[in-house]
Nanobody, 120 residues
Framework: QVQLVESGGGLVQAGESLRLSCTAS????????MGWYRQAPGKERELVAT???????TYTDSVKGRFTISRDKAKNTVFLQMNSLKLEDTAIYYC??????????????WGQGTQVTVSI
Protein backbone atom coordinates (compact mmCIF):
# COMPACT_ATOMS: atom_id res chain seq x y z
CA GLN A 1 0.00 0.00 0.00
CA VAL A 2 1.22 3.48 -0.86
CA GLN A 3 0.11 6.68 0.82
CA LEU A 4 0.46 10.20 -0.54
CA VAL A 5 0.34 13.00 2.02
CA GLU A 6 0.02 16.57 0.80
CA SER A 7 0.68 19.81 2.62
CA GLY A 8 1.08 23.48 1.93
CA GLY A 9 -2.33 24.64 0.82
CA GLY A 10 -3.98 27.72 2.21
CA LEU A 11 -5.53 31.11 1.61
CA VAL A 12 -3.48 33.75 -0.16
CA GLN A 13 -4.08 36.98 -2.04
CA ALA A 14 -3.73 37.25 -5.78
CA GLY A 15 -0.11 37.69 -6.79
CA GLU A 16 1.25 35.82 -3.80
CA SER A 17 2.94 32.42 -3.69
CA LEU A 18 2.38 29.00 -2.16
CA ARG A 19 4.44 25.81 -2.14
CA LEU A 20 2.74 22.44 -2.07
CA SER A 21 4.48 19.26 -0.98
CA CYS A 22 3.53 15.62 -1.36
CA THR A 23 5.39 12.68 0.11
CA ALA A 24 4.86 9.06 -0.85
CA SER A 25 5.31 6.35 1.74
CA UNK A 26 5.00 2.58 1.62
CA UNK A 27 6.80 -0.36 0.08
CA UNK A 28 7.52 -0.17 -3.63
CA UNK A 29 10.30 -0.55 -6.16
CA UNK A 30 10.32 3.02 -7.47
CA UNK A 31 8.16 5.97 -8.36
CA UNK A 32 7.79 6.39 -12.10
CA UNK A 33 6.11 9.79 -12.14
CA MET A 34 4.51 12.29 -9.82
CA GLY A 35 2.19 15.12 -10.56
CA TRP A 36 -0.38 17.62 -9.43
CA TYR A 37 -3.97 17.88 -10.52
CA ARG A 38 -6.63 20.34 -9.41
CA GLN A 39 -10.38 20.50 -9.28
CA ALA A 40 -12.29 23.75 -8.98
CA PRO A 41 -15.95 23.83 -7.88
CA GLY A 42 -18.21 22.68 -10.68
CA LYS A 43 -15.30 21.71 -12.91
CA GLU A 44 -13.57 18.49 -13.83
CA ARG A 45 -10.21 17.54 -12.38
CA GLU A 46 -7.40 18.80 -14.60
CA LEU A 47 -3.72 18.13 -14.89
CA VAL A 48 -1.52 20.95 -13.58
CA ALA A 49 2.01 19.58 -13.83
CA THR A 50 3.93 16.33 -13.95
CA UNK A 51 7.50 15.22 -13.44
CA UNK A 52 8.72 11.95 -14.90
CA UNK A 53 11.88 9.92 -14.62
CA UNK A 54 14.98 12.03 -14.14
CA UNK A 55 13.10 15.29 -14.34
CA UNK A 56 11.07 15.72 -17.49
CA UNK A 57 8.30 18.16 -16.69
CA THR A 58 5.03 19.13 -18.31
CA TYR A 59 2.61 21.92 -17.44
CA THR A 60 -0.84 22.93 -18.42
CA ASP A 61 -0.76 26.14 -20.42
CA SER A 62 -2.48 28.27 -17.81
CA VAL A 63 0.33 27.79 -15.25
CA LYS A 64 3.40 27.89 -17.50
CA GLY A 65 5.86 30.50 -16.29
CA ARG A 66 4.16 30.73 -12.88
CA PHE A 67 4.30 27.20 -11.42
CA THR A 68 7.32 24.95 -11.04
CA ILE A 69 7.21 21.25 -10.25
CA SER A 70 10.25 19.60 -8.71
CA ARG A 71 11.09 16.37 -7.00
CA ASP A 72 13.33 15.01 -4.26
CA LYS A 73 13.69 11.40 -5.39
CA ALA A 74 15.53 10.35 -2.25
CA LYS A 75 12.60 11.48 -0.12
CA ASN A 76 9.87 10.41 -2.56
CA THR A 77 8.58 13.95 -2.43
CA VAL A 78 7.22 16.24 -5.12
CA PHE A 79 6.81 20.00 -4.81
CA LEU A 80 4.72 22.54 -6.64
CA GLN A 81 5.94 26.10 -6.33
CA MET A 82 3.09 28.39 -7.29
CA ASN A 83 3.92 32.04 -7.94
CA SER A 84 1.80 34.94 -9.13
CA LEU A 85 -1.34 33.14 -8.05
CA LYS A 86 -4.59 34.13 -9.71
CA LEU A 87 -8.20 33.85 -8.63
CA GLU A 88 -8.69 31.07 -11.17
CA ASP A 89 -6.05 28.95 -9.46
CA THR A 90 -8.47 28.39 -6.60
CA ALA A 91 -9.12 24.66 -6.37
CA ILE A 92 -8.42 21.51 -4.45
CA TYR A 93 -4.98 20.30 -5.50
CA TYR A 94 -4.35 16.57 -5.62
CA CYS A 95 -1.03 14.79 -5.69
CA UNK A 96 -0.73 11.82 -8.03
CA UNK A 97 1.93 9.15 -8.29
CA UNK A 98 2.57 6.25 -10.63
CA UNK A 99 4.37 3.60 -8.62
CA UNK A 100 6.24 0.58 -9.92
CA UNK A 101 6.25 -2.56 -7.78
CA UNK A 102 8.34 -4.74 -10.07
CA UNK A 103 7.22 -7.62 -12.29
CA UNK A 104 5.63 -5.17 -14.72
CA UNK A 105 3.14 -3.99 -12.10
CA UNK A 106 2.34 -0.26 -12.03
CA UNK A 107 -0.35 1.34 -9.91
CA UNK A 108 -1.61 4.89 -9.61
CA UNK A 109 -2.29 6.62 -6.30
CA TRP A 110 -3.91 9.88 -5.22
CA GLY A 111 -3.50 12.10 -2.22
CA GLN A 112 -6.42 13.38 -0.19
CA GLY A 113 -6.21 16.87 -1.66
CA THR A 114 -5.24 20.24 -0.26
CA GLN A 115 -7.28 23.41 -0.68
CA VAL A 116 -5.74 26.43 -2.36
CA THR A 117 -7.82 29.60 -2.22
CA VAL A 118 -6.77 32.81 -3.91
CA SER A 119 -8.59 35.98 -2.95
CA ILE A 120 -8.57 39.54 -4.24
Amino acid sequence: QVQLVESGGGLVQAGESLRLSCTASGTFFRIVAMGWYRQAPGKERELVATIIGEGTTTYTDSVKGRFTISRDKAKNTVFLQMNSLKLEDTAIYYCNAEVYFGLARDLEYWGQGTQVTVSI
